[in-house]
Protein backbone atom coordinates (compact mmCIF):
# COMPACT_ATOMS: atom_id res chain seq x y z
CA UNK A 1 0.00 0.00 0.00
CA UNK A 2 0.56 3.71 -0.75
CA UNK A 3 1.98 5.41 2.15
CA UNK A 4 -0.99 8.44 2.88
CA UNK A 5 1.28 11.72 2.54
CA UNK A 6 -0.35 13.89 5.37
CA UNK A 7 -1.42 16.51 3.57
CA UNK A 8 1.80 17.88 3.19
CA UNK A 9 0.69 21.83 2.21
CA UNK A 10 -1.46 21.85 5.02
CA UNK A 11 1.38 20.79 8.13
CA UNK A 12 4.38 22.57 6.71
CA UNK A 13 5.14 23.36 10.19
CA UNK A 14 6.55 18.98 10.32
CA UNK A 15 9.18 19.95 7.97
CA UNK A 16 13.02 19.59 9.29
CA UNK A 17 14.43 22.23 6.84
CA UNK A 18 17.96 24.21 7.18
CA UNK A 19 17.12 27.27 8.60
CA UNK A 20 18.30 30.70 7.72
CA UNK A 21 17.81 34.71 9.47
CA UNK A 22 18.04 37.29 7.30
CA UNK A 23 21.09 39.49 7.65
CA UNK A 24 20.70 43.58 8.73
CA UNK A 25 19.48 45.47 5.69
CA UNK A 26 23.02 47.68 6.87
CA UNK A 27 25.14 44.68 5.56
CA UNK A 28 22.64 43.95 2.49
CA UNK A 29 23.25 47.43 1.65
CA UNK A 30 26.81 47.63 2.24
CA UNK A 31 27.49 44.32 -0.41
CA UNK A 32 25.12 45.38 -2.98
CA UNK A 33 26.50 49.52 -3.07
CA UNK A 34 27.74 50.55 -6.80
CA UNK A 35 25.83 47.59 -8.82
CA UNK A 36 23.12 49.05 -11.40
CA UNK A 37 20.94 46.21 -11.96
CA UNK A 38 20.43 43.57 -9.25
CA UNK A 39 18.24 40.73 -8.83
CA UNK A 40 17.16 39.64 -5.26
CA UNK A 41 15.99 35.64 -6.12
CA UNK A 42 14.06 34.07 -3.48
CA UNK A 43 14.25 29.98 -3.14
CA UNK A 44 11.04 28.08 -2.51
CA UNK A 45 12.25 25.23 -0.23
CA UNK A 46 13.16 25.62 3.26
CA UNK A 47 13.64 29.33 4.03
CA UNK A 48 10.25 29.98 2.38
CA UNK A 49 9.35 27.62 5.51
CA UNK A 50 11.16 29.87 7.63
CA UNK A 51 10.24 33.16 6.19
CA UNK A 52 13.28 34.68 5.51
CA UNK A 53 14.23 33.30 1.59
CA UNK A 54 10.57 32.90 -0.01
CA UNK A 55 9.18 34.96 -2.80
CA UNK A 56 7.28 37.40 -0.08
CA UNK A 57 10.87 38.16 1.74
CA UNK A 58 11.69 38.85 -2.31
CA UNK A 59 9.44 41.18 -2.46
CA UNK A 60 9.73 43.43 0.79
CA UNK A 61 13.63 43.70 0.23
CA UNK A 62 13.79 44.74 -3.45
CA UNK A 63 11.34 47.35 -2.22
CA UNK A 64 13.58 48.10 0.99
CA UNK A 65 16.34 48.16 -1.81
CA UNK A 66 15.01 50.30 -3.87
CA UNK A 67 13.99 52.87 -0.99
CA UNK A 68 16.96 52.92 0.22
CA UNK A 69 18.64 53.99 -3.34
CA UNK A 70 16.44 56.73 -3.81
CA UNK A 71 16.92 58.11 -0.49
CA UNK A 72 20.39 58.30 -1.79
CA UNK A 73 19.69 59.65 -4.79
CA UNK A 74 21.18 56.52 -6.73
CA UNK A 75 19.54 54.73 -9.87
CA UNK A 76 19.02 50.78 -9.36
CA UNK A 77 17.22 48.24 -11.41
CA UNK A 78 15.33 45.84 -8.91
CA UNK A 79 14.43 42.45 -10.12
CA UNK A 80 12.50 39.76 -8.46
CA UNK A 81 12.53 36.48 -8.86
CA UNK A 82 12.23 33.24 -7.14
CA UNK A 83 12.94 29.46 -7.93
CA UNK A 84 11.33 26.21 -6.07
CA UNK A 85 14.76 25.27 -4.84
CA UNK A 86 18.53 26.85 -5.70
CA UNK A 87 20.05 23.74 -4.78
CA UNK A 88 18.85 21.84 -8.16
CA UNK A 89 21.00 22.89 -11.94
CA UNK A 90 17.61 21.97 -13.36
CA UNK A 91 15.41 24.74 -11.29
CA UNK A 92 18.46 27.41 -11.63
CA UNK A 93 19.36 26.95 -15.19
CA UNK A 94 15.94 28.70 -15.95
CA UNK A 95 17.60 31.91 -14.69
CA UNK A 96 19.50 32.01 -16.91
CA UNK A 97 17.40 35.12 -18.90
CA UNK A 98 16.63 36.46 -16.29
CA UNK A 99 19.57 37.57 -14.70
CA UNK A 100 21.49 37.54 -17.62
CA UNK A 101 22.43 41.41 -17.47
CA UNK A 102 22.36 42.03 -13.93
CA UNK A 103 25.58 43.08 -12.00
CA UNK A 104 24.76 41.04 -9.01
CA UNK A 105 22.20 38.86 -7.52
CA UNK A 106 20.89 38.80 -3.93
CA UNK A 107 20.24 34.84 -3.27
CA UNK A 108 18.06 34.72 -0.33
CA UNK A 109 18.31 30.82 -0.24
CA UNK A 110 21.15 29.06 1.90
CA UNK A 111 24.67 29.19 1.16
CA UNK A 112 24.04 26.04 -0.60
CA UNK A 113 21.82 27.89 -2.87
CA UNK A 114 23.91 30.94 -3.11
CA UNK A 115 27.13 28.42 -4.17
CA UNK A 116 24.82 27.11 -7.14
CA UNK A 117 24.14 30.29 -8.38
CA UNK A 118 28.15 30.83 -7.32
CA UNK A 119 28.89 28.27 -10.00
CA UNK A 120 26.13 28.01 -12.58
CA UNK A 121 26.96 32.22 -13.20
CA UNK A 122 30.61 32.53 -12.72
CA UNK A 123 30.44 36.32 -14.63
CA UNK A 124 27.72 37.35 -12.04
CA UNK A 125 27.80 38.19 -8.50
CA UNK A 126 26.13 36.71 -6.12
CA UNK A 127 25.49 37.45 -2.22
CA UNK A 128 24.48 36.43 0.11
CA UNK A 129 21.17 37.64 1.51
CA UNK A 130 20.79 35.42 4.49
CA UNK A 131 22.69 33.85 6.96
CA UNK A 132 22.21 30.09 7.10
CA UNK A 133 21.42 29.22 10.56
CA UNK A 134 21.01 25.53 10.96
CA UNK A 135 19.39 22.61 10.31
CA UNK A 136 16.23 22.69 12.57
CA UNK A 137 12.53 23.34 12.78
CA UNK A 138 9.74 25.59 14.16
CA UNK A 139 9.17 24.26 17.19
CA UNK A 140 6.11 26.93 17.52
CA UNK A 141 5.00 29.70 15.56
CA UNK A 142 7.92 31.67 14.59
CA UNK A 143 10.19 30.07 16.92
CA UNK A 144 13.31 27.32 15.28
CA UNK A 145 15.41 25.06 17.14
CA UNK A 146 18.60 23.22 16.31
CA UNK A 147 18.03 19.76 15.37
CA UNK A 148 20.51 17.88 13.48
CA UNK A 149 24.18 18.69 13.03
CA UNK A 150 24.64 16.55 9.98
CA UNK A 151 28.08 14.46 11.94
CA UNK A 152 27.36 11.64 9.50
CA UNK A 153 27.11 9.06 12.22
CA UNK A 154 23.83 9.03 13.94
CA UNK A 155 23.24 8.21 17.30
CA UNK A 156 19.66 8.79 17.67
CA UNK A 157 19.00 5.23 18.44
CA UNK A 158 20.71 4.93 21.47
CA UNK A 159 19.38 8.82 23.15
CA UNK A 160 16.02 8.32 22.60
CA UNK A 161 15.67 9.91 19.71
CA UNK A 162 16.85 13.41 20.77
CA UNK A 163 20.29 14.72 19.52
CA UNK A 164 23.02 15.75 22.04
CA UNK A 165 25.50 16.45 19.18
CA UNK A 166 23.39 19.69 18.09
CA UNK A 167 21.50 20.21 20.86
CA UNK A 168 24.00 20.31 23.95
CA UNK A 169 26.43 22.95 24.01
CA UNK A 170 29.48 21.09 24.58
CA UNK A 171 27.97 17.92 22.43
CA UNK A 172 28.66 15.57 25.33
CA UNK A 173 28.32 11.79 24.84
CA UNK A 174 27.94 10.87 28.54
CA UNK A 175 24.76 12.65 29.99
CA UNK A 176 24.37 15.76 31.62
CA UNK A 177 26.94 18.01 33.11
CA UNK A 178 26.94 19.52 35.79
CA UNK A 179 25.20 22.86 34.99
CA UNK A 180 22.06 21.09 33.96
CA UNK A 181 19.44 22.93 36.67
CA UNK A 182 15.93 22.24 36.34
CA UNK A 183 16.04 21.32 32.99
CA UNK A 184 17.73 24.35 32.14
CA UNK A 185 21.18 24.49 30.25
CA UNK A 186 24.08 25.92 32.06
CA UNK A 187 24.46 28.55 29.16
CA UNK A 188 21.17 29.77 28.80
CA UNK A 189 17.81 29.93 30.88
CA UNK A 190 16.01 29.52 27.57
CA UNK A 191 17.28 26.08 26.19
CA UNK A 192 16.29 22.50 27.44
CA UNK A 193 19.25 20.20 28.77
CA UNK A 194 18.57 17.62 26.24
CA UNK A 195 20.22 15.02 28.19
CA UNK A 196 17.73 15.90 30.71
CA UNK A 197 15.25 15.46 28.50
CA UNK A 198 16.62 12.78 27.18
CA UNK A 199 17.02 10.89 30.65
CA UNK A 200 13.32 11.77 30.97
CA UNK A 201 12.59 10.04 27.57
CA UNK A 202 14.83 6.72 28.70
CA UNK A 203 12.78 6.99 31.81
CA UNK A 204 9.94 6.80 30.54
CA UNK A 205 10.70 3.97 27.88
CA UNK A 206 12.24 2.16 30.83
CA UNK A 207 15.62 2.39 29.04
CA UNK A 208 17.42 4.31 31.96
CA UNK A 209 20.37 1.22 32.21
CA UNK A 210 21.17 2.81 28.20
CA UNK A 211 22.67 5.86 30.30
CA UNK A 212 25.11 3.77 32.58
CA UNK A 213 27.22 2.90 29.65
CA UNK A 214 30.05 4.68 29.18
CA UNK A 215 30.28 6.03 25.52
CA UNK A 216 33.65 6.26 23.73
CA UNK A 217 34.38 9.09 22.19
CA UNK A 218 32.61 10.24 19.37
CA UNK A 219 34.44 9.22 15.84
CA UNK A 220 34.25 12.97 14.28
CA UNK A 221 35.72 11.51 10.75
CA UNK A 222 32.28 11.82 9.14
CA UNK A 223 31.74 15.14 10.69
CA UNK A 224 31.99 18.59 9.38
CA UNK A 225 35.59 18.88 10.89
CA UNK A 226 36.49 16.88 7.81
CA UNK A 227 34.29 18.96 5.43
CA UNK A 228 34.13 19.24 2.45
CA UNK A 229 32.04 15.48 2.93
CA UNK A 230 30.41 13.62 -0.55
CA UNK A 231 28.18 11.22 -0.36
CA UNK A 232 27.35 8.95 -3.52
CA UNK A 233 24.41 7.05 -4.71
CA UNK A 234 25.99 4.44 -6.78
CA UNK A 235 23.01 3.33 -8.94
CA UNK A 236 22.04 6.90 -9.40
CA UNK A 237 25.45 7.61 -11.08
CA UNK A 238 25.14 7.92 -14.63
CA UNK A 239 27.30 5.93 -16.41
CA UNK A 240 29.77 7.89 -18.47
CA UNK B 1 42.71 1.44 46.75
CA UNK B 2 46.02 0.33 47.96
CA UNK B 3 48.98 0.35 44.96
CA UNK B 4 50.25 3.79 44.66
CA UNK B 5 49.59 4.38 40.91
CA UNK B 6 51.49 8.33 40.66
CA UNK B 7 54.06 9.05 43.46
CA UNK B 8 51.94 12.01 44.02
CA UNK B 9 51.90 13.08 47.82
CA UNK B 10 48.02 13.46 47.25
CA UNK B 11 47.53 9.77 46.26
CA UNK B 12 49.83 8.72 49.39
CA UNK B 13 48.14 9.95 51.46
CA UNK B 14 44.93 9.22 50.40
CA UNK B 15 45.55 5.86 50.39
CA UNK B 16 47.11 5.58 54.19
CA UNK B 17 43.68 6.91 54.79
CA UNK B 18 44.31 10.01 55.82
CA UNK B 19 41.61 13.20 55.35
CA UNK B 20 42.77 15.21 53.02
CA UNK B 21 42.99 18.90 52.03
CA UNK B 22 43.26 19.98 48.93
CA UNK B 23 42.43 23.99 47.48
CA UNK B 24 42.32 26.10 44.84
CA UNK B 25 45.74 28.37 43.52
CA UNK B 26 44.20 30.02 40.10
CA UNK B 27 47.16 31.33 37.23
CA UNK B 28 46.97 34.73 36.83
CA UNK B 29 45.57 37.15 33.73
CA UNK B 30 49.59 37.27 32.87
CA UNK B 31 52.86 36.63 32.38
CA UNK B 32 54.17 37.05 36.21
CA UNK B 33 55.40 33.79 37.84
CA UNK B 34 56.08 35.81 41.11
CA UNK B 35 51.80 36.22 41.52
CA UNK B 36 52.04 32.00 41.72
CA UNK B 37 55.03 31.83 43.97
CA UNK B 38 53.64 34.35 46.41
CA UNK B 39 50.10 32.45 45.82
CA UNK B 40 52.46 29.62 46.62
CA UNK B 41 53.76 30.69 49.41
CA UNK B 42 50.60 31.59 50.96
CA UNK B 43 49.51 27.88 50.79
CA UNK B 44 52.36 26.04 51.09
CA UNK B 45 52.08 24.00 54.46
CA UNK B 46 47.94 24.31 54.61
CA UNK B 47 46.85 21.49 51.86
CA UNK B 48 47.83 18.39 50.58
CA UNK B 49 47.92 19.20 46.74
CA UNK B 50 46.77 22.88 45.06
CA UNK B 51 44.35 22.73 41.79
CA UNK B 52 46.29 24.78 38.78
CA UNK B 53 43.14 25.94 37.47
CA UNK B 54 42.79 25.74 33.12
CA UNK B 55 41.02 28.45 32.02
CA UNK B 56 38.15 28.75 34.48
CA UNK B 57 34.79 30.41 33.28
CA UNK B 58 36.82 30.48 30.14
CA UNK B 59 38.67 33.21 30.84
CA UNK B 60 42.54 33.29 29.44
CA UNK B 61 45.04 32.90 32.14
CA UNK B 62 48.44 31.02 32.36
CA UNK B 63 48.29 27.25 31.25
CA UNK B 64 47.33 25.27 34.22
CA UNK B 65 50.75 23.24 33.43
CA UNK B 66 53.59 25.89 33.05
CA UNK B 67 51.88 27.66 36.56
CA UNK B 68 51.89 23.94 37.72
CA UNK B 69 55.58 23.97 37.32
CA UNK B 70 56.10 27.07 39.11
CA UNK B 71 54.25 25.82 41.82
CA UNK B 72 56.39 22.77 42.00
CA UNK B 73 59.38 25.15 42.06
CA UNK B 74 58.46 26.75 45.04
CA UNK B 75 57.78 23.10 46.63
CA UNK B 76 54.50 22.93 46.66
CA UNK B 77 52.43 19.67 44.84
CA UNK B 78 50.10 20.75 42.10
CA UNK B 79 47.02 19.18 40.50
CA UNK B 80 46.46 19.86 36.84
CA UNK B 81 42.98 20.80 35.88
CA UNK B 82 42.60 20.16 32.17
CA UNK B 83 39.26 20.93 30.39
CA UNK B 84 38.13 19.39 26.86
CA UNK B 85 36.89 22.74 25.70
CA UNK B 86 40.35 24.37 24.27
CA UNK B 87 42.12 21.16 22.73
CA UNK B 88 41.37 17.97 20.94
CA UNK B 89 42.54 14.43 21.78
CA UNK B 90 45.55 15.24 20.06
CA UNK B 91 46.02 18.88 22.23
CA UNK B 92 45.35 16.92 25.19
CA UNK B 93 47.72 14.22 24.60
CA UNK B 94 50.35 16.44 24.33
CA UNK B 95 49.82 18.50 26.84
CA UNK B 96 49.34 15.27 29.41
CA UNK B 97 53.12 13.86 27.68
CA UNK B 98 54.62 17.36 28.83
CA UNK B 99 53.01 17.76 32.13
CA UNK B 100 54.46 14.84 33.30
CA UNK B 101 57.68 15.50 31.91
CA UNK B 102 57.61 18.62 33.80
CA UNK B 103 56.68 16.38 37.13
CA UNK B 104 53.38 16.70 37.97
CA UNK B 105 51.48 13.85 39.19
CA UNK B 106 47.81 14.33 39.75
CA UNK B 107 45.14 15.29 36.88
CA UNK B 108 41.76 16.55 37.26
CA UNK B 109 39.51 15.78 34.05
CA UNK B 110 36.78 18.42 33.44
CA UNK B 111 35.18 19.09 30.50
CA UNK B 112 35.49 22.87 30.63
CA UNK B 113 33.05 25.52 31.34
CA UNK B 114 31.77 26.42 27.84
CA UNK B 115 33.56 29.18 26.54
CA UNK B 116 30.46 31.44 26.12
CA UNK B 117 31.41 32.32 29.91
CA UNK B 118 34.36 33.71 29.46
CA UNK B 119 36.08 37.23 28.08
CA UNK B 120 36.07 35.60 24.46
CA UNK B 121 32.52 34.02 23.87
CA UNK B 122 33.82 33.79 20.14
CA UNK B 123 35.68 31.76 20.65
CA UNK B 124 35.17 27.62 19.08
CA UNK B 125 34.96 25.48 21.82
CA UNK B 126 36.36 22.55 21.03
CA UNK B 127 34.73 19.70 23.34
CA UNK B 128 36.15 16.88 21.16
CA UNK B 129 35.71 14.50 23.90
CA UNK B 130 33.70 15.16 27.27
CA UNK B 131 34.90 14.39 30.43
CA UNK B 132 34.39 10.67 31.17
CA UNK B 133 36.03 10.12 27.76
CA UNK B 134 38.99 12.73 28.89
CA UNK B 135 39.46 10.16 32.17
CA UNK B 136 39.61 6.90 30.04
CA UNK B 137 42.31 8.30 27.67
CA UNK B 138 44.16 9.38 30.84
CA UNK B 139 43.73 5.94 32.24
CA UNK B 140 44.23 4.23 29.10
CA UNK B 141 47.95 5.91 28.57
CA UNK B 142 48.87 5.02 32.42
CA UNK B 143 48.00 1.56 33.04
CA UNK B 144 47.70 0.16 29.22
CA UNK B 145 50.40 2.70 27.87
CA UNK B 146 48.26 3.20 24.64
CA UNK B 147 47.00 6.08 22.97
CA UNK B 148 43.15 7.35 22.50
CA UNK B 149 43.98 6.16 19.22
CA UNK B 150 44.63 2.44 20.52
CA UNK B 151 48.06 3.03 19.29
CA UNK B 152 51.10 1.93 21.52
CA UNK B 153 52.62 4.12 23.46
CA UNK B 154 56.47 3.06 23.35
CA UNK B 155 58.31 5.30 25.32
CA UNK B 156 57.44 6.56 29.18
CA UNK B 157 53.76 6.95 30.32
CA UNK B 158 52.24 9.29 31.95
CA UNK B 159 51.42 8.32 35.37
CA UNK B 160 48.72 10.87 37.10
CA UNK B 161 46.80 10.43 40.02
CA UNK B 162 43.57 11.01 38.09
CA UNK B 163 40.57 12.88 39.49
CA UNK B 164 37.14 14.27 38.37
CA UNK B 165 34.77 16.91 39.46
CA UNK B 166 30.91 15.71 40.15
CA UNK B 167 28.19 18.05 40.85
CA UNK B 168 25.38 16.50 43.64
CA UNK B 169 23.53 19.60 43.43
CA UNK B 170 23.01 19.27 39.60
CA UNK B 171 19.99 17.55 37.71
CA UNK B 172 18.46 15.19 37.35
CA UNK B 173 19.51 14.26 40.68
CA UNK B 174 19.00 10.63 40.47
CA UNK B 175 21.74 10.44 37.72
CA UNK B 176 24.25 12.36 39.82
CA UNK B 177 25.41 8.99 41.63
CA UNK B 178 25.56 7.43 38.43
CA UNK B 179 27.49 9.67 36.67
CA UNK B 180 29.91 9.42 39.77
CA UNK B 181 30.02 5.82 38.59
CA UNK B 182 30.78 5.97 34.98
CA UNK B 183 33.60 8.44 35.96
CA UNK B 184 34.91 5.63 38.25
CA UNK B 185 34.69 2.91 35.87
CA UNK B 186 36.04 5.36 33.48
CA UNK B 187 39.25 5.67 35.58
CA UNK B 188 39.13 8.59 38.49
CA UNK B 189 41.11 7.62 41.42
CA UNK B 190 39.89 10.78 43.53
CA UNK B 191 36.68 13.08 42.71
CA UNK B 192 36.29 16.54 44.22
CA UNK B 193 32.40 17.95 43.93
CA UNK B 194 31.03 21.26 43.52
CA UNK B 195 31.23 24.05 46.40
CA UNK B 196 28.92 22.62 48.94
CA UNK B 197 26.35 24.48 50.76
CA UNK B 198 23.18 22.67 51.05
CA UNK B 199 24.88 20.08 53.42
CA UNK B 200 21.38 17.78 53.40
CA UNK B 201 21.62 17.49 49.90
CA UNK B 202 24.96 16.43 49.88
CA UNK B 203 24.47 13.96 52.07
CA UNK B 204 21.11 12.27 50.38
CA UNK B 205 23.79 12.10 47.17
CA UNK B 206 26.52 10.52 49.50
CA UNK B 207 24.17 8.11 50.77
CA UNK B 208 23.36 7.22 47.53
CA UNK B 209 27.42 6.87 46.47
CA UNK B 210 28.10 4.82 49.18
CA UNK B 211 25.12 1.94 48.80
CA UNK B 212 26.55 1.50 45.46
CA UNK B 213 29.99 1.71 47.06
CA UNK B 214 31.55 4.28 45.32
CA UNK B 215 33.48 5.89 47.81
CA UNK B 216 35.32 2.75 48.33
CA UNK B 217 35.92 3.29 44.73
CA UNK B 218 37.44 6.33 44.57
CA UNK B 219 38.53 9.09 47.21
CA UNK B 220 35.91 11.35 47.35
CA UNK B 221 36.57 15.01 48.78
CA UNK B 222 34.11 17.27 49.46
CA UNK B 223 33.95 20.77 47.93
CA UNK B 224 33.78 24.29 49.94
CA UNK B 225 34.10 27.66 49.36
CA UNK B 226 34.31 30.97 51.88
CA UNK B 227 31.80 33.56 50.39
CA UNK B 228 32.95 36.73 51.28
CA UNK B 229 29.96 38.99 51.05
CA UNK B 230 25.95 38.90 50.51
CA UNK B 231 27.04 39.59 46.78
CA UNK B 232 29.11 36.94 46.25
CA UNK B 233 26.71 34.45 47.53
CA UNK B 234 24.10 36.36 45.38
CA UNK B 235 26.22 35.69 42.19
CA UNK B 236 26.91 31.84 43.55
CA UNK B 237 22.83 31.26 43.44
CA UNK B 238 22.07 32.99 40.36
CA UNK B 239 25.07 33.28 37.77
CA UNK B 240 27.22 29.91 38.74
CA UNK B 241 26.08 27.40 36.96
CA UNK B 242 25.04 24.26 38.75
CA UNK B 243 25.34 26.39 42.39
CA UNK B 244 22.85 25.59 45.00
CA UNK B 245 23.21 28.21 47.92
CA UNK B 246 20.05 28.07 50.29
CA UNK B 247 17.81 30.44 51.82
CA UNK B 248 19.57 30.22 55.27
CA UNK B 249 23.00 30.93 53.92
CA UNK B 250 21.82 33.75 52.20
CA UNK B 251 19.83 35.06 54.83
CA UNK B 252 22.79 34.89 57.00
CA UNK B 253 25.71 36.19 54.95
CA UNK B 254 23.37 39.14 54.16
CA UNK B 255 23.06 40.12 58.03
CA UNK B 256 26.39 39.80 58.01
CA UNK B 257 27.30 41.72 55.27
CA UNK B 258 25.09 44.70 56.39
CA UNK B 259 27.08 44.97 59.58
CA UNK B 260 30.53 44.69 57.13
CA UNK B 261 31.32 41.35 58.50
CA UNK B 262 30.51 39.48 55.32
CA UNK B 263 34.41 37.69 55.31
CA UNK B 264 33.83 36.42 59.09
CA UNK B 265 30.78 34.93 58.57
CA UNK B 266 31.48 33.52 55.33
CA UNK B 267 34.56 31.94 56.65
CA UNK B 268 32.08 30.72 59.84
CA UNK B 269 29.98 29.01 57.25
CA UNK B 270 32.72 26.98 55.48
CA UNK B 271 34.05 26.20 58.91
CA UNK B 272 30.52 24.30 59.48
CA UNK B 273 30.12 22.85 56.19
CA UNK B 274 33.67 21.14 56.62
CA UNK B 275 32.79 20.05 60.47
CA UNK B 276 29.71 18.54 59.00
CA UNK B 277 30.96 17.05 55.74
CA UNK B 278 33.58 14.96 57.62
CA UNK B 279 31.33 13.42 59.49
CA UNK B 280 29.44 11.95 56.36
CA UNK B 281 30.74 8.30 55.38
CA UNK B 282 32.67 8.47 52.65
CA UNK B 283 34.21 12.09 52.45
CA UNK B 284 37.61 11.12 52.33
CA UNK B 285 38.67 14.86 52.26
CA UNK B 286 38.08 18.39 51.78
CA UNK B 287 38.80 21.03 48.50
CA UNK B 288 38.70 24.29 49.06
CA UNK B 289 37.70 26.94 46.47
CA UNK B 290 38.95 30.37 47.38
CA UNK B 291 38.74 31.70 44.61
CA UNK B 292 41.25 35.00 44.12
CA UNK B 293 41.18 34.99 47.82
CA UNK B 294 44.18 32.11 48.89
CA UNK B 295 45.03 34.44 52.04
CA UNK B 296 41.50 32.74 53.67
CA UNK B 297 42.77 28.77 53.06
CA UNK B 298 45.80 28.95 55.63
CA UNK B 299 42.34 30.34 58.66
CA UNK B 300 40.04 27.71 57.34
CA UNK B 301 42.49 25.11 57.44
CA UNK B 302 44.09 25.94 60.88
CA UNK B 303 40.61 26.73 62.43
CA UNK B 304 39.14 23.41 60.87
CA UNK B 305 42.28 21.64 63.07
CA UNK B 306 43.20 20.49 60.01
CA UNK B 307 46.48 21.88 60.32
CA UNK B 308 49.44 21.16 60.53
CA UNK B 309 49.22 18.52 57.81
CA UNK B 310 50.42 14.88 58.29
CA UNK B 311 53.42 13.88 56.65
CA UNK B 312 53.71 10.86 54.39
Known amino acids: MKPALHNFQNKKRQFLMIVAASKPFQEIKQMLSGFKKVCVLGCGSCVTICHTGGEKQVAELAAQIRLAAKLEGRQVEVLEDSTLRQCEWEFIDDIKEIIKDCDAVLSIACGVGVQYMAERFPRIRIFPGVNTTFMGGPTEQGIFWERCAGCGNCILATTGGLCPVSRCAKSLMNGPCGGSQNGKCEVSQETPCVWNQIYDQLDTQQLLATMETIVPPKDWTTGMENHPRKMVIEHLVMKK | ?312
Open chain 2, 1 to 312: MTDNKSGSNLEKLLRSGKFAVTAELGPPRGADRSVIEKKASILKGYGDAFNITDCQTAVVRMSSIAAGRIVLDAGVEPIIQMTCRDRNRIAIQSDLLGAAALGAKNLLCLTGDHQKFGDHPMAKGVFDMDSINLIHMVKTLRDEKKFQSGQELKASEPRFFIGAAENPFADPFKFRAIRLAKKITAGADFIQTQIIYNVPKFKEWMKMVADMGLHEKAFILAGVAPLKSAGMAKHMKHNVPGMDVPDEVMNRMTTASAAKKGKEEGIKICLEVIEQVREIKGVAGVHIMAVEWEEAVPEIVQQARLYPRPAV
